[in-house]
C-alpha cells in the first residue's frame, strides 16, 4: 500500500472528529448518572429494583433502530421532551450532533453501569461502615474510601462505553439521520461509503481507524487499571 492510501480526506477527518466528540460528550454527560445508578442498584433495595436493572439494560436486547426510533418520539421536534426542551431551553437535539451524542450515550449506557455496579459489588460494606463510624459523612466515606476502590471497574465501563459510543449507528441514523458534517460519524461514513460506487478504499481507510481507536481505547484502559490496581494494593499494604 502506498503513503498516499493513508492519507484521510477532508470528508474523513470530518467524521473521525465527529465521533470523537460525540462519543466524549456522551461519555461525559452518562458517566455521573451511572456512578450514582450502579452505586444505587448494588447498595440499596427499593420496589421496582428488578424493573429498573431491566430497563437500563433494555437498549441491549432491542434492535438499535427502536432505541432510535423511541428517541425520535420523545425528543424529536413533535416529541414532549423535544418540544419542552426547545421551548424552554433552545436545545434540539433532532438531526444535530447532540441528537448523536444522547443516541449513543443511551446505547452506551448499559455497558457503563454494569461494570461500576460490579465493582460497588465487590467493595465490603464494613469498609465503609468503618469510616461512618468514625463519624464521616456519607458523601465523604463514598468519595475518599468507595468510589477510589471501585475506581477500576469505573474506568472499565467509561472504555467500554466510549468504544460503543464510537461504533454507534442503527439509534443514530434512525434518530438524527446521516447528515455530512452534523451527524455522521464513523460508522455512517462507512455505511455511506459501501452504498458508494468506488467507495471500498474509503470503506477500508474508516474500517482501519475504527479498529486502531477502539485499540488504543483499550490498551489505555488497561495500562491505566494496571497502574490504579497497583496503587490500590500499595495503599493497602
Known amino acids: 500500500m502506498s503513503v498516499a492510501f493513508f492519507e484521510l480526506h477532508p470528508q474523513e477527518w470530518e467524521a473521525l472528529s465527529l465521533s470523537l466528540k460525540v462519543a466524549a460528550t456522551a461519555l461525559a454527560v452518562s458517566l455521573p448518572l451511572a456512578v450514582l445508578t450502579g452505586y444505587g442498584l448494588a447498595r440499596w433495595r427499593f420496589p421496582g429494583h428488578g424493573l429498573l436493572n431491566a430497563l437500563i439494560h433494555m437498549p441491549l436486547v432491542m434492535p438499535p433502530v427502536?432505541?432510535?426510533?423511541?428517541?425520535?418520539?420523545?425528543?424529536?421536534?413533535?416529541?414532549?421532551?423535544?418540544?419542552?426542551?426547545?421551548?424552554?431551553?433552545?436545545?434540539?437535539?433532532?438531526?444535530?450532533?447532540?441528537g448523536a451524542a444522547l443516541a449513543a450515550g443511551v446505547m452506551a449506557f448499559p455497558l457503563l453501569v454494569r461494570p461500576i455496579r460490579l465493582a460497588f459489588e465487590a467493595i465490603d460494606p464494613k469498609l465503609e461502615e468503618a469510616a461512618t463510624s468514625l463519624g464521616a459523612p456519607r458523601l465523604i466515606t463514598f468519595a475518599v474510601v468507595t468510589f477510589p476502590l471501585a475506581l477500576p471497574g469505573v474506568l472499565g465501563g467509561a472504555v467500554l462505553a466510549f468504544a460503543k459510543a464510537m461504533g454507534e449507528f442503527g439509534a443514530t441514523i434512525t434518530f438524527v439521520s446521516n447528515i455530512p458534517g452534523e451527524t455522521r460519524t464513523l460508522a455512517l461514513a462507512l455505511y455511506t461509503a459501501t452504498q458508494t460506487p468506488s467507495g471500498d478504499v474509503m470503506a477500508f481507510r474508516l474500517t482501519i481507524i475504527s479498529a486502531a481507536v477502539a485499540l488504543g481505547a483499550l490498551l489505555l484502559s488497561e495500562l491505566l487499571a494496571r497502574h490504579l490496581r497497583r496503587r490500590i494494593g500499595a495503599a493497602d499494604d
Open 66 to 98: 427502536v432505541t432510535g426510533f423511541v428517541l425520535l418520539l420523545v425528543f424529536g421536534p413533535a416529541g414532549p421532551a423535544g418540544q419542552f426542551l426547545s421551548k424552554t431551553f433552545g436545545l434540539s437535539f433532532a438531526f444535530n450532533w447532540m
